[in-house]
């Protein structure tokens, strides 16, 4: 079908009403309200239906406008949407949250001024669809490696959306429901004169229920009988914020030896059943062990007294400047073995970008450290029965990771996760929400050890079957799925994506040469 644009369209009647504009105030007032109300979308609050919304209130306060008016109108959204849901960023400070939802937001105005444009095509919701599946890809790779939190697909954790996460991963997810949204928008500016009934009117609103109605229907693999007994350790720290080691060394070690000893001794009681393996979070262990003799023999006792292999989180040493965040297997008979080390650093946690600038103008840059060293190799480790698939932490956020990981073998997923820094705000719900989705988009199992909590156990069917609180020590032994069918996103990867980036590319040219010609 050919794009046209509205100059195309026939005239209005005779006679007809002369459609009102709203005031830039009103305009502003939609879009704000409407990253509020996508706000309300994300975990903790998590209200689901609340993003096709939001998206709906952005979509009619640009519609109509030139595309500079659009783009700060679509920032002061962004900005809107960012700042309460960025909002765990707080206790590194106010400057850095500041600086990121403001550098963040920038994408969303690309997006406002991209958007009107096609916004003058047919099918115009289709197209502003697929432009926000282009803005959450762009935020995934700039700036410094990319930063995919808040895309709409993670406000949809488990929701009728979330079983397009099967046939198109995260990005489908996010596609459906901005599609929702802008089909929401469009019912609301293409009333017909004298409120008679339309056939654009009633297909429009048809699609707009149509959307979500279909993804609670996405075939997906069944169960295939299968289970692995995994011990989940959350042992707790002993500081807060930046600085949650505390001040005396090996703290947080012990916390996660002494659960360990604890799960150990239900488990002789007959008060739980013994765990084929057992998981540890990310810096379960705050000193080296491979440096360190005391951090063996405290690792090495936990990993006896269980008996069964240990997966640890750990930081260990590369040469004598850099280190790696690793989850190592760690063997009751045989000691430290496989591992896998972080292949998606948090800039500004884990390594410094720019480094000599970032040091001379920030203190906080210094606390740092030791530069982190990216791995290469997915996550797939064989732990007793299984080959468990690893991810650690920042990472569930990105796509191409967790493929690669589940690619290679790996099932269940193990997300080890250290959100110490972040305790009681909205980051550790968000978090367990992106787990969700990647449960249901790889058909596997996903089990969440965190230090300070949210621990917890996910089914494939993408529902939280455990979890911890905040701030507690605490441990379980969880009879797990094993899963190996794949579902279509796992097979297919980024192709979803990749359409959807070249449809509205494509739909953006075509807006552009329709308004040069006109």
């Known amino acids: 079908m050919a794009l046209k644009t509205a100059q195309d369209a026939a005239p209005p009647a005779a006679g007809a009403p002369k459609p009102r504009v709203p005031g830039v105030l009103v305009r502003l007032a939609a879009s704000v309200v409407g990253g509020l109300v996508l706000y309300l979308a994300f975990p903790p609050i998590g209200w689901w239906f609340c993003a096709p919304l939001g998206v709906a209130l952005l979509a009619l306060a640009l519609r109509g406008l030139r595309p500079r008016r659009a783009a700060w109108l679509g920032y002061a959204g962004g900005l809107a949407f960012l700042l309460p849901t960025l909002a765990w960023v707080r206790p590194i400070g106010n400057d850095a949250w500041l600086a990121l939802s403001g550098i963040e937001s920038l994408f969303w105005a690309a997006l406002a001024g991209l958007a009107v444009l096609v916004m003058r095509l047919r099918l115009w919701p289709l197209w502003v669809a697929c432009l926000w599946v282009v803005q959450e890809w762009a935020r995934g790779l700039f700036p410094v490696g990319g930063f995919p939190w808040a895309r709409l697909a993670f406000s949809q954790g488990e929701s009728p959306y979330t079983g397009f996460a099967a046939l198109g991963g995260a990005p489908l997810v996010s596609f459906t429901v901005a599609l929702t949204g802008a089909l929401l928008a469009a019912l609301v500016t293409r009333r017909p004169p004298r409120l008679r009934a339309d056939r654009v009117l009633a297909g429009t609103l048809l699609a707009a229920i149509a959307v979500p109605v279909l993804g609670l229907v996405v075939p997906r693999p069944g169960d295939e009988g299968r289970t692995v007994r995994i011990g989940v350790i959350q042992g707790n720290v002993p500081g807060r914020g930046m600085y949650f080691l505390g001040d005396e060394p090996a703290v947080v070690l012990r916390n996660h030896a002494d659960e360990t000893h604890r799960m150990a001794e239900a488990v002789r009681a007959g008060k739980l059943q013994r765990p084929d393996i057992v998981v540890w979070p990310e810096n379960s262990t705050d000193i080296d062990p491979y440096s360190s003799a005391y951090a063996r023999q405290v690792i090495d006792s936990a990993a006896k007294d269980i008996g069964v292999p240990i997966l640890v989180g750990a930081v260990v040493k590369i040469g004598t400047e850099n280190r790696a965040t690793r989850g190592v297997v760690w063997d009751p008979v045989t000691g430290p073995g496989a591992y896998y080390d972080k292949r998606r650093l948090v800039p500004f946690g884990e390594y410094t970008p720019m480094k000599d600038l970032f040091l001379a103008l920030s203190s906080r840059a210094q606390l740092v450290g030791r530069q982190s060293v990216a791995g290469d190799k997915p996550g797939a480790l064989r732990m007793g029965p299984v080959t468990i698939g690893t991810v650690e932490c ?21 997300v080890q996760t250290n959100n110490a820094s972040y305790a009681l705000t909205n980051l550790p719900p968000q978090q ?47 009879d797990v799925p094993v899963r190996t069918k794949n579902t279509v996103a796992a097979e ?27």
């Open 394 to 414: 920042y990472e569930v956020a990105f796509d191409s990771t967790v493929r690669d990981t589940v690619r290679a073998g790996g099932t269940p997923l193990v």
């Open 432 to 478: 367990l929400a992106m787990s969700q989705l990647r449960a249901v988009e790889f058909n596997r199992a996903v089990v969440t050890a965190a230090t300070t909590g949210i621990s917890a156990y996910v089914g494939p069917d993408g529902r939280v079957g455990w979890r911890t609180g905040e701030l507690m020590a605490g441990m379980d032994v969880l």
């Open 492 to 518: 297919v990867g980024a192709l979803p994506e990749w359409i959807m980036i070249l449809m509205g590319a494509g739909a953006t040219v075509a807006a552009i040469s329709g308004r040069r010609k006109s």
